[in-house]
């Protein structure tokens, strides 16, 4: 099978259409009129047909060249799109990012995440779901996601999960600086007046599942006094007293309410662990790799916080 017609062979062709002649088209593409016209022969030869009746006042098209009028502007457009969408992705003077996170993520590392990004790139639409790391996990596999940062462990069929990107830990906290003198046991929770975040997704949610599962071994068990949402409506309410609660340390210190509490980790320690997950053989366009490399690093400064006050308590309580 012979060349194809080219995409210059096709825009010469509706140029002549609509300035009615080769000059006046060879005068708008910015080309001689010799070269333009040698481009119409070769099309009318690649074709077999002839497209122009050629007259000393004006060109007529023939019955071909009509016909072929809408099919040489869908290939055209065709052309320009697909020449966008690459410039888009390369470039990313286009596209979107699409990526779940845990709700509590918003807390600390979304705001500063996405102004960075869109400092950098502002014609790339942003959508950013803060769900509950089971439900992220489930947009992820059926493709409603790109991508998503969840707490381990999850259900990771159909997943693809990086190691472990961030891990921080969880802290008691209390308006009672009685509470918070020295880690709390096991023994210790289920005694407590607790508010725990997570009250819809508690039996898919990895710290109360972690939780539960500790005071059973312990032969214990966990009945918080209130149930909330989300771990920043949890600390408020410990802020007000109504109870003590469990939270990440990097949510404990960053709440606007932190300077009214104090806290403490859990004895033995209890880490969380977050990592980032992808469909399983899927493809990510170039905003959402883009997000995730500038996420990393954000995550990075994160991890040195944590590590660092984990550190020092561990140091000062010896």
Known sequence: MGEGPTLRQLSYFLSSVEHGSFSAAAEHEHV???????????????????????????????????????????????????????????????????????????RYLLTALITEFHAHYPQVQIKILGLNSSEVAQAVRTGDLEAGLVQLPIDDHGLSVSNPVLIDTVVYVSADVSHTRRPVTIEQLASAKLVLSEARWKDDDPLR????????????????????EFQSAAMEL????????????????????????????????????????????????????????????????????????????????R
């Not at 596209?95 to 918003?106: D, L, P, Q």
């Not at 599942?209 to 909330?228: K, W």
């Not at 969380?272 to 690093?297: C, D, I, N, W, Y």
């Open 32 to 106: 001689s009129q010799p070269s333009l016209s040698e481009q119409i022969r070769r099309l009318e030869h690649t074709l077999g047909a002839t497209l122009f009746i050629r007259t000393n006042r004006s060109l007529q098209l023939t019955d071909i060249g009509r016909i072929l009028i809408p099919l040489a502007t869908s290939t055209l457009r065709s052309a320009d799109l697909i020449a966008a969408t690459a410039r888009e992705a390369t470039t990313l003077t286009g596209g979107s990012v699409s990526f779940g996170t845990f709700s509590s993520a918003h």
């Open 209 to 228: 599942r972690r939780i539960t599962e500790r005071a059973r071994q312990a032969g214990v068990s966990i009945e918080p006094f209130a149930e909330v």
């Open 238 to 317: 410990a802020a007000n007293g109504v109870g003590d609660t469990l939270v990440s340390y990097l949510v404990a210190r960053s709440h606007a309410n932190a300077n009214r509490v104090s806290w403490v980790p859990l004895d033995p320690p209890f880490e969380e662990k977050f990592a980032f997950v992808t469909k399983t053989h899927g493809v990510l366009s170039p905003a959402t790799q883009q997000f995730m490399a500038l996420a990393h690093r954000h995550i990075a400064a994160l991890q040195d916080s944590a590590s660092t006050w984990r550190a020092e308590y561990e140091r000062a309580h």
